[in-house]
């Protein structure tokens, strides 16, 4: 049975902690990886240079809204395949085990289903621009 009182607190708390580790990682790609480099990296997967480009705006922007609390749902629904692809053609290669060298698949899909939920569950209270309205 959900807790209505605090299912809230839960969903707030994971799009807050989900938002920063988003903006967190398109931050490095922007500031560290830098967006040479990023797409770079993705032009030695195979991938066009440029969806290195559009994943560091999606991972900086999306991060930044999930924090905020904007439009929750379709940012979390728009996240995962960015996720999915991250899982795919970044660490495909390396295993299951995220302490498998580079990095594994299970990381990124875990997030992917962290963010599908999200989207069911809803933006959480305190989101400047709600997906829904409320009642």
Do not use: C
């Not at 195979?46 to 930044?64: C, D, Q, R, S, V």
């Not at 660490?91 to 299951?96: I, R, S």
């Amino acid at each position: 049975m959900t807790d209505l009182k605090t299912a809230p607190l839960g969903i707030l708390a994971l799009r807050v902690t989900t938002g920063a580790l988003f903006l967190f990682h398109g931050l490095v790609k922007l500031f560290v990886f830098t967006p040479a480099g990023t797409a770079g990296y993705f032009e030695s997967l195979g991938l066009p240079g440029a969806l290195g480009l559009l994943t560091m705006l999606a991972e900086i922007g999306g991060g930044l809204a999930l924090i905020l609390g904007i439009k929750v749902r379709l940012v979390s629904l728009a996240l995962v395949p960015v996720l999915l692809g991250a899982a795919i053609f970044g660490h495909g290669g390396f295993g299951f085990n995220w302490s498998n060298p580079n990095g594994g698949w299970e990381y990124p899909v875990m997030w992917a289903i962290v963010q599908a939920s999200i989207a069911a569950m809803g933006d959480g209270p305190y989101a400047l621009v709600p997906t829904t309205r409320r009642a």
